[in-house]
């Protein structure tokens, strides 16, 4: 699988998954957008940098933690959002990985998250930009990707048990089970 199949939504859908604020930054793409961290990174997302909140700085590389990451350093912010969607979006992520997803769903419906067209399509976007996990495609993913498709295999089961009625399935996931299923 290519790098480009993970980028499938708007830059804009992005964004919203990341950031709150209405101001919406159009860089060439987003993988630029999030490694040049010198030139265009918003601002918000190098504060949390600085803060050690979503991410580290490794030499020119901006490394995104997945949920568990978060998690385990005690980074993740409110379960409802109320600072960024990626909180709400990491929340359920990590109570899906570390207890089940019955427990995420629980979640969802405590913060009201199944009824915010916000949430819902910044979690589009993640699922849309996450490496997929080896279950969905019969292959592991690249040695850094592991913990980040496992962030995908377990939102991918949410949005399959509880919210498949108002979030898509991922068009790159698609497009992968398309391409392997022409292989063989």
């Given at each position: 699988m290519t790098?480009?199949?993970?980028?499938?939504?708007?830059?804009?859908?992005?964004?919203?998954?990341?950031?709150?604020?209405?101001v919406i930054h159009k860089p060439p793409c987003l993988t630029e957008h999030v490694t040049s961290a010198g030139k265009c990174v918003r601002k918000d997302l190098v504060r949390a940098v600085k803060l050690g909140v979503l991410a580290e700085k490794k030499s020119s590389d901006l490394i995104l933690w997945d949920s568990t990451t978060r998690a385990t350093k005690g980074k993740l912010g409110a379960?409802?959002?109320?600072?960024?969607?990626?909180?709400?979006?990491?929340?359920?992520?990590?109570?899906?990985?570390?207890?089940?997803?019955?427990?995420?769903?629980?979640?969802l419906d405590d913060n009201g998250l199944a009824n915010s067209p916000v949430f819902l399509t910044a979690l589009e976007a993640v699922l849309e930009?996450?490496?997929?996990?080896?279950?969905?495609?019969?292959?592991?993913?690249?040695?850094?990707?592991?913990?980040?498709?496992?962030?995908?295999?377990?939102?991918?089961?949410?949005?399959?048990?509880?919210?498949?009625e108002q979030v898509p399935a991922p068009k790159q996931l698609e497009l992968v089970l398309a391409e392997l299923a022409e292989a063989s």
């Open positions: 790098p480009s199949l993970w980028i499938m939504k708007p830059r804009s859908v992005i964004h919203k998954a990341v950031c709150r604020s209405p379960p409802d959002g109320t600072k960024s969607w990626i909180d709400a979006i990491h929340h359920c992520a990590h109570r899906a990985r570390s207890i089940d997803l019955n427990a995420a769903k629980q979640l930009v996450l490496p997929l996990s080896a279950r969905y495609t019969g292959f592991d993913p690249v040695k850094a990707a592991p913990p980040a498709s496992s962030d995908f295999e377990a939102l991918e089961n949410l949005r399959r048990l509880a919210l498949a």
